[in-house]
């Protein structure tokens, strides 16, 4: 008979719950968001905190509906992966950056370290200097040890300081699609 | 009917709903029929206002939210249409207005008749409805299901009047102070 422990399922990755965790902590009512494989334990977990999930048809929408979300009070998240935010960049250039709705990112990184895929590379590459642009602050998570510290940092500037700020899901941390 | 004439109907009827426009067209109307009323005016953001609409519903779902959208614009975002239909907010309606161009850049024709209304039909969950008259649009407004989708017939292409070009912080400040307080 197997014990309890080899029939539980494996617990997911520390820096997935602590994100989720955190923004659940920080008054993160909904997340938006277009699916991913790194994201879904941090939705799942989400979940389980009571918050609301959205999964929308495109990354710009999800922007659209966060900002209704925030213009009407409420503390929503947009997760995307990287790839998804040449979609979303008119609702964030248009919309969340001129009316100031703080709006926190989860950006899942593809196109850099370790990435097979060419077609994926250039958004990947481009990712954090498009935001930067925008007036957007990207700030890395490469281990579990920052995970906490980076996302509340985030959603303060967020919901506090009225800019959309975004935590970047850097390759490094794995869970991916390919296992890296 | 004109732009003016399907956003007064809307403020007549529900005069105390949220209401979030699209640019161009839509923004300008409902700035002249709500006296700058502290709705959410999108000036960019091209197709994304009923996404934006969707989430103050589902934010505040005692109040009534009415989401008037160009028809360029809801092409533009027409996958929020299978949005609406997943989450069915029962508290949204979306009012396009339909001229069948891109009013805002010259008035270029669409390169098809969107159907917006057969499409939400289709999808399953939003009560659909094109009118040609004022008063076929009141009705529709007070007795469709929701969440409803309105097509509304434009005849005439006058430009409503005041500028689509907003202050964003001031328009923010506004609506969020009418989402804060009081009820439908």
Known sequence: ?180 | MKATDVALAIVDTYPTALCVSSLGTATSALRAASDDGPHFYLGAAMGSALATAMGVAEAVPGRLVVALLGDGELLMGASTLWSVSAYRPGNLVAVVLSDGGYNITGGQPLSAQPQFAAVAEALGGIAGARVQTEAALRTALRELGRPSLIEAELSERAWPGPSPFVDPARVQLAFAANAAGGTR
């Open chain 1, 1 to 180: 008979m197997a014990s309890s422990e080899e029939s539980e399922s494996p617990a997911a990755p520390a820096w997935q719950v602590v994100i989720a965790d955190t923004l659940a902590a920080r008054g993160v009512t909904v997340a938006a968001y277009v699916p991913d494989t790194r994201l879904q334990p941090i939705l799942s977990r989400l979940a389980d905190n009571g918050v609301c999930l959205r999964s929308l048809t495109r990354e710009e929408e999800c922007v659209g509906y966060a900002a209704g979300q925030r213009i009407a009070g409420q503390r929503p998240v947009v997760l995307m992966q990287s790839s998804g935010l040449g979609n979303a960049l008119n609702a964030i250039g248009s919309l969340a950056v001129p009316y100031r709705l703080g709006l926190p990112l989860v950006v899942s990184m593809r196109g850099t370290l370790g990435e097979a895929n060419p077609s994926q590379v250039p958004l990947g590459r481009a990712t954090t200097s498009l935001l930067g642009t925008l007036g957007i602050q990207s700030f890395s998570v490469r281990s579990d040890a920052v995970a906490e510290q980076v996302t509340a940092g985030v959603t303060t500037l967020a919901f506090e300081a009225g800019e959309c700020a975004a935590v970047i899901l850097e390759p490094e941390l794995g869970g991916g699609r390919e296992g890296n």
